[in-house]
């Protein structure tokens, strides 16, 4: 029971999991689930690479989300946004814009996200 628990914290509530079409953690999804009353979160899991980690923070209207990929991996980063406005950092491609997220494609190392969503309720 414990290991749902933990594997539910890592993949919905730190976002770290892996892409469909990955094989062995290669390609990371990054997808925290920015929900509820919740205002801040951070996790990690060793893949074979490494370790990846995220943190993530929202406060009023304001998001952060810093992500650490290991080398030898890449990353899809979905941002949650409120509007068109997302502060990515530089080598950081946009994939896509899709209804209250930004997809950012990432290789490795450490990055931060900022963007302005929905204030908690």
């Known amino acids: 029971m414990l290991g749902a628990i933990d594997s539910w914290f890592t993949t919905r509530v730190a976002g770290i999991a892996q892409t469909e079409d990955s094989v062995g953690y290669a390609k990371l999804l990054i997808d925290p689930a920015v929900e509820g009353d ?51 950092p530089d080598g950081a491609r946009l994939l896509r814009m899709t209804g209250g997220e930004a997809v950012y494609e ?16």
């Open 38 to 88: 919740m205002t801040s979160a951070a996790g990690s899991y060793r893949t074979p690479y490494g370790v990846a980690r995220t943190d993530w923070e929202r406060s009023d209207d304001r998001f952060r989300l810093t992500v650490d990929v290991p080398a030898g991996s890449t990353a899809e980063v979905r941002v949650p946004v409120l509007g068109k406005h997302a502060e990515a």
């Open 106 to 121: 990432v290789g490795s190392g450490h990055w931060t996200f900022r963007s302005t969503v929905a204030r908690a309720h």
